[in-house]
């Protein structure tokens, strides 16, 4: 059976860090699905099909990863796409705190799901889609914290 990942986020927009936890995962995994989380309340900074595009962008050389959009829960998306594995990354204590009961819970919900939790890499563990969003909002330069293959298009929106 093919291992497949999904990799749920908001993703408004993707940093370097996001980028580095799917490259890092791509050899454990026969595929990835980037996805990104409906939000019917919270309005992003970025449209969905916008961080759809930036996301697609990223990764369209990389032919076991996909980007979708999904509504309602991640563990039903994860049974949906026959997924017995969500991908998330870790920067510090506050990632651990705020992640342990939600793997907890969709382990519950799902019991045969497995939450693969990738620590990130030293230089990435300040990087977040906030810092990066109120830098855009300033207008200051985000070119180390977006991937290289964005970051015209992000300057541009
Ligand atoms: P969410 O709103 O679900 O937290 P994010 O887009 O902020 O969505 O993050 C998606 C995933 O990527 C989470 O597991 C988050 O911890 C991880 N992540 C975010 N920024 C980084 C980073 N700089 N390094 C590693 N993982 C990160």
Do not use: W
């Not at 996805?35 to 369209?60: C, D, P, Y």
């Not at 991640?74 to 992640?99: A, H, M, N, P, W």
């Amino acid at each position: 059976m093919k291992k497949i990942a999904v990799f749920p986020g908001s993703f408004d927009p993707i940093t370097v860090g996001h980028e580095a936890i799917v490259r890092r995962a791509i050899s454990l995994f026969d595929h990835i699905i980037v996805a990104i989380g409906h939000n019917s309340v919270k309005k992003g900074f970025f449209s969905e099909q916008e961080r759809k595009t930036m996301l697609s962008k990223v990764f369209e050389n990389d032919k076991t990863v996909s980007v979708e959009i999904y509504e309602g829960l991640t563990v039903d998306f994860c049974k949906q796409k026959k997924s017995k594995y969500i991908l998330r990354g870790l920067r510090t204590g506050v990632d651990f705190e705020y992640e342990s009961p939600i793997g907890q819970i969709n382990k519950v919900l799902y019991p045969e799901i497995e939450t693969i939790y990738l620590l990130t890499l030293p230089e990435h563990s300040a990087i977040s889609s906030s810092i990066v969003r109120e830098i855009l909002k300033y207008k200051g330069d985000v070119s180390k914290f977006v991937p290289k293959t964005i970051i015209k298009d992000i300057q541009l929106i």
